[in-house]
């Protein structure tokens, strides 16, 4: 709206640095561990890293490939055993989440921050108990409407539900009786490109029992391949969570001054710097270039974006409890 009557528009771009998408690898490591060899070859072979939610029963029985895993990525708990906590009281599930985490980070040697429940369900005492035991995020179902991006509980304000906008494997092969590879494959890909478009974070989550198995990981390979051919950054759900955190610590104020100049305020609330960062700003008019003034020692890198017809203006670090103006004067 504000766009449509020539005032020029800013924001935080979704991504950290020049990355315009997001994807994690994500799995539940339920059964037939052995079944991750084909997941964690084709990460050391890209030099990726991935999230493996582990029930703790079979990671006691499973050590080394636990302890694969850990080299490989983030280990997060998918519950003592594949049994649901929501409708449990506090009291149960606190035992029982503190349990799995105990078990999981003496085998894999890692502190452990994610949950993801079984069969994603969870209810409010999951909460308390993973916030009571440290962990700071869970990756919940499929997400509806339009809840397709990390939120904070507000009673909590550190706790992030993390989504999972696109199908995984067990929605595809039970629910929609895809089964075969080329299919999958290609039901998958569509919901990336789908997710690419909106800037979005695509999750190419799998079973180790299913999308994992040897019939079926090429799947996984060729994904990878496919995502890896586009501009996104590939990583973990502890990362996604992190950088979540210092965007919730960003502020980003507009001020328009008279002769087509804007003053941005960019402020860090938070209490570590935050770095490699770009605003986007939409010119009031199609083809104004913005000139860029700012309080940042170094000059600022501006670049144009013909696809959003915007401008990016690169920020290398914002120190804690500070904030910086950028005066921009749009001209022909």
């Known amino acids: 709206m504000l766009w449509l009557v020539r005032k020029p528009l800013a924001g935080i771009k979704t991504w950290p640095g020049d990355y315009h998408a997001a994807s994690v690898i994500s799995g539940d490591i339920e059964f037939q561990f052995g079944n991750v060899g084909n997941v964690t070859e084709v990460l050391e072979k890209n030099h990726l890293q991935g999230s493996f939610f582990i029930l703790s029963d079979l990671a006691e029985l499973n050590v080394d490939w636990v302890r694969k895993m850990a080299e490989n990525g983030e280990i997060g708990i998918h519950g003592d055993e594949h049994a649901d906590f929501k409708d449990q009281n506090y009291e149960i599930q606190l035992e029982r989440l503190q349990k799995a985490k105990q078990i999981l980070e003496q085998i894999s040697g890692q502190k452990i921050i994610g949950f993801r429940p079984p069969f994603g369900n969870y209810d409010e005492n999951t909460v308390r108990a993973l916030n009571k035991i440290g962990i700071n995020y869970l990756v ?193």
């Open 140 to 332: 919940s179902g499929i997400a509806g409407g339009s809840d397709i991006e990390p939120h904070f509980i507000r009673y909590l304000d550190d706790f992030l539900v993390m989504p999972k906008p696109n199908q995984d494997d067990y929605d595809l092969f039970y629910h929609d009786t895809i089964t075969e590879p080329e299919a999958v494959f290609a039901e998958l890909k569509d919901e990336f490109d789908a997710i690419y478009d909106l800037d979005g974070l695509f999750i190419l989550a799998y079973h180790s029992q299913i999308l994992a198995a040897d019939t079926n990981s090429q799947v996984i390979t060729d994904l990878i391949d496919y995502i890896k051919s586009n501009n996104v950054w590939i990583t973990t759900w502890k990362n996604i969570a992190d950088w979540y955190r210092e965007k919730q610590n960003l502020s980003l104020a507009l001020e328009e001054k008279a002769n087509k100049q804007s003053i941005i305020t960019l402020t860090n609330q938070g209490t570590r710097a935050i770095e490699n960062f770009k605003i986007q700003i939409f010119p009031p008019d199609i083809g104004l270039v913005p000139q860029i003034k700012s309080e940042f020692q170094a000059p600022l890198n501006c670049s144009f974006d013909m696809a959003t017809g915007s401008y990016y203006i690169l920020i290398n670090k914002i120190n804690p409890k500070t904030s910086q103006k950028i005066t921009v004067t749009f001209g022909s």
